[in-house]
C-alpha cells in the first residue's frame, strides 16, 4: 500500500467551496443516481420528525451530482436512534462516506445532539467530497468534523487509542466484505470501553462471491449468534427488483430482512477477538510513503 496520508488526518479542499460541482475536479464514480430525497415524501416520512423535515429540506435546497446508497427510511431510522441515544454519545465515527448520505444527515443532527464527528474512509476522493456536501448543508458542523484517510483499525490504532472519548457511537457503512467487516469490529475490541453503540449498515446485503458480502454474518462472528440488535431502514418485499442482481457490481437485497442493525453495546460482548492477539493482527499491510527512500 502506497500513500502519503493514510493512516492519518487529512484538511478539506477549500479550492470545492467554489466550484459549482465538487465532483468536476474529485472525479468520484456515481453509478446509479439513486437520491434519498427523492424517495421519503412516497414513504410518507415527512411530518414525523422536525429534525428530519428540515435535513430534507436543506437536501433539496443543496443540489449535487452525486448519489445515496442508503434508503429514506434508513436515513430517517439515524435521525431516530440519535435522538434515542441524546445524552448518552458526545462522539460519532462514521466508516465508510461514499458520497456523503449518511454524512449530511450526521452533520444536519450535531448542533441538535452536540456531539463530535469524524469521518473514516480509504479514498481521499470520498471524504473530501463528503465534506463538502455537508459543509454546504451546515457550514457551523463542518467546523467540528474531522477527515480520517485510512481503515477503521487504522483509525482504532491512531485516534482512539491515543485520544480516547467515553459515549462513542459507530457508524459502520464501509466494506461489506465478510473478512474486512470481521477486522473493523475485531479492531474494536481494544478500544470496547469507549463504545455506545454501533450502527450497522447493508446488512441485507448480497451479491457475487467475488464480493463476499455478509454484513450480518461478520457481525455474528465477531459478537455471536445470540446478538442484541434493533432492526432499521427498509425491508424489500421478495418482488422487488432490489432483490435481484443490479448491474453494476451483481449486489442484490435479501427479501425482508432489515438494512440496518443498531447494537447497544452495554448488550453485546465481544465473542472474538482472542486477548492474545494485538491491535496491529487486524491492520492492514505495512504502508510504503512516497518520500520514504
Not at 451483481?250 to 427479501?255: D, E, K, L, S
Not at 477477538?273 to 493482527?281: E, K, Q, R, T, V
Amino acid at each position: 500500500m502506497t500513500s502519503t496520508t493514510f493512516g492519518s488526518f487529512i484538511q478539506p479542499d477549500r479550492s470545492l467551496e467554489t466550484m459549482n460541482d465538487p465532483n468536476e475536479k474529485l472525479g468520484c464514480v456515481v453509478y446509479s443516481g439513486f437520491r434519498a430525497v427523492n424517495q421519503a415524501p412516497g414513504l410518507g416520512l415527512l411530518g414525523q420528525s422536525r429534525i428530519f423535515d428540515a435535513i430534507w429540506q436543506r437536501w433539496r435546497e443543496t443540489p449535487l451530482t452525486c448519489e445515496d446508497q442508503c434508503s429514506a427510511q434508513y436515513y430517517f431510522d439515524i435521525v431516530r436512534t440519535l435522538r434515542d441515544f441524546n445524552g448518552e454519545f458526545g462522539h460519532v465515527v462514521e466508516v465508510g462516506c461514499y458520497l456523503g448520505g449518511a454524512s449530511s444527515i450526521l452533520a444536519g443532527c450535531m448542533d441538535r445532539f452536540d456531539f463530535t464527528l469524524d469521518i473514516v474512509d480509504i479514498s481521499p476522493q470520498f471524504l473530501l467530497y463528503s465534506y463538502e456536501r455537508l459543509r454546504r448543508m451546515y457550514p457551523d458542523a463542518a467546523g467540528r468534523v474531522r477527515l480520517f484517510h485510512g481503515d477503521l483499525p487504522s483509525y482504532v490504532r491512531e485516534v482512539m487509542m491515543t485520544q480516547p472519548r467515553k459515549g462513542t457511537i459507530i457508524h459502520h457503512d464501509g466494506a461489506h466484505d465478510f473478512n474486512q467487516v470481521v477486522k473493523d469490529m475485531a479492531a474494536l475490541s481494544f478500544v470496547r470501553e469507549q463504545l455506545y453503540a454501533i450502527i450497522a449498515q447493508d446488512t441485507h446485503l448480497r451479491g457475487t462471491v467475488k464480493h463476499m458480502n455478509f454484513v450480518d454474518m461478520a457481525l455474528y462472528a465477531v459478537f455471536g449468534t445470540d446478538l442484541t440488535y434493533c432492526p432499521i431502514g427498509a425491508r424489500y418485499e421478495e418482488e422487488s427488483p432490489v432483490t435481484h442482481p443490479n448491474r453494476y457490481q451483481g449486489n442484490y437485497f435479501i427479501p425482508g430482512q432489515a438494512e440496518g442493525y443498531v447494537l447497544p453495546m452495554g448488550l453485546n460482548s465481544f465473542r472474538y477477538p482472542h486477548p492474545a492477539l494485538s491491535i496491529d493482527d487486524f491492520l492492514p499491510a505495512p504502508i510504503v510513503r512516497r518520500d520514504a527512500a
